[in-house]
């Protein structure tokens, strides 16, 4: 089950498009934070990482705490409880990790039964909310502060699940860089596309495929960013924007 629940993870936000077939339109929502602005400095830019499920990619996780680099990370109650080592370790560094809500069982928060990238949605209002709502519960029981943030498996929404997430209390996170392709693709172009994004934009990435070439390209990118003098901030410290209504 582990290694399914890993290859589902790794499928979402694949490059292939998903075949929802005659089912509702979803959304996949942007997200960006307020641009640093200056002439000639580096800009800023939020890392987000998602841990679907199944492990921990240590590569990137030294990365950031030698680095000292603040990242955003969206775990899901799967992951909490088979990665206590990884967990303790951000939490032991509360100035540069952030953890956020990526729901209680990896299920994609659509509230009408279908498909995206493989994986079966909620399929409705009450399933929607009982991935956020167990989420949430997850991280509470793990110690640390009341997520604030909900980004859905696969990171695609029906429109209602969106209005539902939010009088939840939760803001949604969507991005503007695909950093690593649900994590299928290469260092090299997950390095390129990472080293590249520009002041304001939100990163997506896996934290969860430690044998993914992917991961190392994550370190990369990220790497580069730094050296360009761009600054990283968290979605708590930052005024992020989003569209389709995931955070005003
Ligand atoms: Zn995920």
């Given amino acids: 089950m582990g290694l399914f629940r890993n290859s589902l ?3 979402a936000l ?4 998903a075949s929802a077939g005659n089912a509702a339109t979803l959304l996949e929502p942007t997200l960006h934070v307020k641009p640093q602005g200056v002439e000639g400095g580096g800009g800023r830019v939020a890392l987000t990482l998602d841990a679907c499920g199944g492990k921990t990619d240590t590569r990137i996780l030294s990365a950031l705490v030698d680095n000292r680099i ?13 990665n206590a080592e990884a967990v303790e370790i951000m939490r032991a560094h509360p100035d540069l990790f952030e953890l956020e809500n990526h729901g209680g069982r990896h299920i994609p928060a659509v509230d009408t039964p279908q498909k995206i990238y493989g994986i079966r949605s909620a399929g409705s209002p009450d399933a929607v909310q009982a991935e956020v709502e167990s989420g949430a519960a997850a991280l509470a029981g793990a110690g640390g502060p009341a997520p604030r943030w909900f980004r859905g498996a696969t990171a695609e929404y029906s429109p209602s699940a969106i209005a539902m997430i939010r009088r939840l209390g939760f803001k949604i996170a969507g991005f503007s860089v695909n950093g690593d392709g649900g994590s299928l693709l290469g260092a090299k172009e997950t390095a390129r596309r990472i080293g590249a994004a520009k002041d304001g934009d939100v990163i997506i990435a896996h934290i969860n495929q430690p044998t993914h070439a992917a ?11 730094k050296q360009k003098g761009m600054t990283f901030v968290r979605l708590d410290d930052a005024e992020g924007i989003g569209n389709d209504g995931t955070t005003d």
Avoid: N, Y
């Avoid at 694949?14 to 498009?17: E, G, I, K, N, R």
């Avoid at 603040?70 to 088979?82: D, E, N």
């Fill in 9 to 11: 993870c790794a499928m």
């Fill in 215 to 225: 991961g190392e390209g994550v370190v990369q990118g990220l790497l580069a960013l």
């Fill in 70 to 82: 603040p990242a955003t990370i969206f775990v899901t109650g799967i992951w909490l409880k088979r």
């Fill in 14 to 17: 694949s490059l292939f498009a």
